[in-house]
């Protein structure tokens, strides 16, 4: 059982930057991060692999964005910067399964989710 608590979300000015964490329990797999803006479907974010060598992005928030991890906190983090008001979502961090890490359904474990409002 994969246990995941994410923190770290709150209200910040275009151009800011915040930094989620992801707290997981329960074993070292490749995590994703994904979002949920209000009215849309669930959004990759990115991911990392276990040991944290390999991270991709998707197109909107590459150069902007940073996954990395710390297995020993066993802790995933994602680094925002130059925050947009379309970055505005809930963030959650998810634990890979199997298939495509873009898709949703290939993620077991979810956590609650952070909300990130980015203001104009």
């Known amino acids: 059982q994969v246990q995941l608590v994410e923190s770290g979300g709150g209200l910040v000015q275009a151009g800011g930057s915040l930094r989620l964490s992801c707290a997981a329990s329960?074993?070292?797999?490749?995590m994703g991060w994904f979002r949920r803006a209000p009215g849309k479907e669930r959004e990759f974010v990115g991911a990392i692999t276990w040991n944290g060598k390999d991270t991709v992005y998707a197109d909107s928030v590459k150069g902007r964005f940073t996954i990395s991890r710390d297995n020993a906190e066993s802790t995933v983090f994602l680094q925002m910067n130059s925050l947009k008001p379309e970055d505005t979502a809930a963030y959650y961090c998810?634990?890979?399964?199997?298939?495509?890490?873009?898709?949703?359904?290939?993620?077991?474990?979810w956590g609650q989710g952070t909300q990130v409002t980015v203001s104009s």
């Open positions: 998810a634990a890979h399964n199997s298939g495509n890490i873009y898709t949703p359904g290939s993620y077991g474990y």
């Open positions: 329960g074993g070292t797999l490749t």
